[in-house]
């Protein structure tokens, strides 16, 4: 009678009867889903990255052991380079300039480095652009199985930084002055057509940084309004902690901190930071000829564009008087509040200030 209890509560109890149930419940689910299963599927662009076949799946399977073993070997350490910026006009010439000098001397393959991909206008993993997603998932080695340059504007979360620090890979952390950032934001969603709405019946711009209210973005509106809705609604403080998180929590020997500023202004060092950073020497006289083209072919396609707005009867980069001290008060309460404030100062000393000031009205 023991015996048969024991039987009974190992091999027939309810818990164990429930689960052979619904295995032969999937099983018989997957046989007659097979025909669907096999041929190709449409689907929706936010989940278009995950696999909607067998044979897809098959092939994800394999890849997955592939990174999985790529992973423990450190493979991506020197293959992989995460470009961090603030969404801008201007963010993409960094990824440019980063995958040019990643890519070598020439334009050479490095240890495996497939410099094709590397030159390709995207550089982003296929969950991120659709999901208006910055943040970084182990997964995105996927989409650069041989290395690369991802641009992202992901913040220094915990989860972030957890990644960074699981693929052991290199990362570049692009600053810009906050007033300049302010402008770029105007720029990218009052005269984009591209404007993801989402939230609240729609009110609200799905901005990576900050949300942002979509009616502050109507070009019949005073340029000087939509910056004051940027300064004091909340995008500036946003900017500004993203900016001192990543200078407070990166790890110093993985990553590197340049100003946007400086690809303007003093190309050449900039550009031989960088090559330090990745390769330990300065870029040869082509290597660098061809990153400060870069830089200057992308800096006159942004003057052509303003150009033409300013022809609009808009004013670009315009700050007013009353623009300047809210933008003030609002970084100066920041910096009373922020601990790590030093090192923000250390490389913007004017960061108070606006530059690009007009007068009221």
């Known amino acids: 009678m ?115 991909q590397q030159f390709e206008e995207n550089r982003h993993p296929g969950y991120m652009l659709n999901n208006a997603d910055a943040d970084l998932r182990p997964e995105m080695v996927h989409d650069f199985p041989r290395g690369g340059v991802v641009d992202s504007h992901a913040s220094a979360t915990g989860k972030n930084l957890r990644v960074l620090d699981l693929l052991k890979i290199k990362y570049v952390v692009v600053l ?45 509106r005073p340029l000087n309004d939509n910056l004051e809705y940027l300064v004091s609604g909340g995008y500036l403080g946003s900017v500004l902690s993203w900016m001192s998180d990543w200078l407070q929590f990166r790890d110093a020997e993985r990553s590197l901190v340049i100003k946007q500023e400086d690809l303007k202004t003093d190309r050449s060092d900039c550009l031989n930071r960088i090559c330090q950073f990745l390769h330990g020497t300065n870029l040869d006289e082509r290597g660098l000829s061809v990153g400060t083209d870069l830089v200057q072919q992308h800096a006159d396609g942004l003057r052509r564009v303003q150009t033409e707005r300013k022809h609009e009867g808009n004013h670009w980069g315009y700050y007013s008087n009353e623009n300047s001290a809210s933008y003030k008060r609002v970084v100066t309460e920041f910096l009373q509040l922020q601990p790590n404030r030093k090192s923000l100062l250390e490389l913007y000393p004017n960061l108070s200030q606006v530059s690009n000031q007009g007068s009221s009205g």
């Not at 097979?34 to 599927?41: A, K, Y």
């Not at 801008?88 to 480095?113: K, M, Y």
């Open 176 to 220: 810009s002055h906050p007033e300049h950032q302010l402008v770029a934001a105007i720029h990218k969603y009052l005269y984009s057509s591209a404007k993801p709405y989402a939230g609240n019946a729609g009110k609200f711009i799905l901005d990576t940084v900050f949300p942002l209210e979509k009616h502050a973005f109507n070009c019949n």
């Open 2 to 116: 023991t015996m048969a209890n024991d039987i009974r509560s190992k091999y027939l109890s309810r818990r164990t009867v429930k689960g052979i149930i619904y295995r032969m419940k999937r099983t018989a689910l997957l046989a007659s889903e097979t025909p669907r299963l096999l041929s190709p599927v449409k689907a929706i662009p936010e989940i278009r990255h995950l696999p909607f076949s067998i044979s897809r799946s098959i092939g994800n399977v394999i890849d997955n052991r592939q990174v999985d073993r790529k992973l423990r070997l450190k493979f991506f350490s020197d293959k992989l380079v995460v470009v961090l910026t603030l969404p801008s006009p201007e963010a993409n010439i960094s990824g440019a300039c980063v995958s040019h000098i990643l890519a070598g001397p020439g334009n050479d393959p490095l240890s495996g480095l497939d410099t094709s």
